[in-house]
């Protein structure tokens, strides 16, 4: 595990939208933890989870010319990610996000920022059944001079969908794109391994894991 994703899993705990415990997922799959991306609402904590991501697109070498911030949780991601690039690393990089319905005055449309066009990485906070991502998808697809390149999310769950994949795995194969993520379940597992805070947790994780799991 790298520094910054272990710097990732504190920052997380610290404000709530990472926890440990019992949580019923939409699924009815009892989770051991859970993460709410809603939870980050402050500037220093928009700031913070910029450099995540920004960090996680440098350290996979993730090559884009648009952030595309799904409506609603993906527009501070993909802005405050964008800034981080630019602050951080010195790239600059295009930022588009779509409304939930199309405007018909002013400007019009449903997408707002840059140009959908060139190379799309989409950007947000998790990936569950993949249902909301795959109609992002479409509308790249639609994007005359749009190629989709990438998905990028905060905790890549590495759990079991309805068949033997994950919802992640699947959009892999099923589009042929990279789907990165700041961590993985697996770095989660380590991290509790050695906190002695939260290490009551490691035997329910490892049981889900074990139950739910990907390989």
Same mark, same amino acid.
Do not use: C, W
């Given at each position: 595990?790298?520094?910054?994703?272990?710097?990732?899993?504190? $920052?997380?705990?610290?404000?709530?939208?990472?926890? *440990?415990?019992? $949580?019923?997922?939409?699924?009815?799959?009892?989770?051991?933890?859970?993460?709410? /991306?809603?939870?980050?609402?402050?500037?220093?904590?928009?700031?913070?989870?910029?450099?995540?991501?920004?960090?996680?697109?440098?350290?996979? /070498?993730?090559?884009?010319?648009?952030?595309?911030?799904?409506?609603?949780?993906?527009?501070?991601?993909? !802005?405050? !990610?964008?800034?981080?690039?630019? &602050?951080?690393?010195? +790239? %600059?990089?295009?930022?588009? *996000?779509?409304?939930? %319905?199309?405007?018909?005055?002013? %400007? /019009?449309?449903?997408?707002?920022?840059?140009?959908?066009?060139?190379?799309?990485?989409?950007?947000? =906070?998790? @990936?569950?059944? /993949?249902?909301? @991502?795959?109609?992002?998808?479409?509308?790249?697809?639609?994007?005359?001079?749009?190629?989709?390149?990438?998905?990028?999310?905060?905790?890549?769950?590495?759990? +079991?969908?309805?068949? &033997?994949?994950?919802?992640?795995?699947?959009?892999?194969?099923?589009?042929?794109?990279?789907?990165?993520?700041?961590?993985?379940? &697996?770095?989660?597992? =380590?991290?509790?391994?050695?906190?002695?805070?939260?290490?009551?947790?490691?035997?329910?994780?490892?049981?889900?894991?074990?139950?739910?799991?990907?390989?």
């Amino acid at each position: 595990m790298q520094d910054f994703q272990k710097d990732f899993i504190e $920052f997380a705990l610290s404000v709530g939208a990472l926890k *440990f415990g019992e $949580f019923t997922l939409k699924s009815g799959r009892v989770s051991p933890y859970f993460y709410n /991306g809603g939870s980050f609402n402050k500037g220093s904590h928009f700031s913070k989870l910029g450099q995540f991501y920004a960090q996680a697109i440098i350290d996979h /070498g993730l090559e884009f010319d648009v952030l595309f911030g799904p409506a609603y949780k993906g527009i501070p991601i993909a !802005t405050s !990610t964008s800034v981080a690039l630019f &602050e951080q690393h010195q +790239r %600059e990089s295009n930022v588009v *996000f779509n409304r939930k %319905e199309a405007k018909t005055h002013g %400007e /019009g449309g449903s997408l707002i920022g840059a140009e959908l066009k060139g190379k799309v990485a989409i950007i947000d =906070d998790v @990936i569950t059944a /993949g249902t909301a @991502i795959r109609e992002v998808i479409a509308m790249v697809e639609a994007a005359e001079g749009a190629v989709l390149s990438a998905a990028l999310v905060a905790i890549d769950r590495q759990e +079991r969908g309805q068949g &033997e994949l994950s919802a992640i795995q699947e959009l892999e194969q099923q589009y042929g794109i990279p789907v990165i993520s700041i961590i993985k379940l &697996e770095q989660l597992i =380590d991290f509790v391994k050695n906190s002695a805070e939260f290490a009551d947790y490691l035997p329910n994780i490892e049981a889900y894991r074990k139950a739910y799991g990907t390989q």
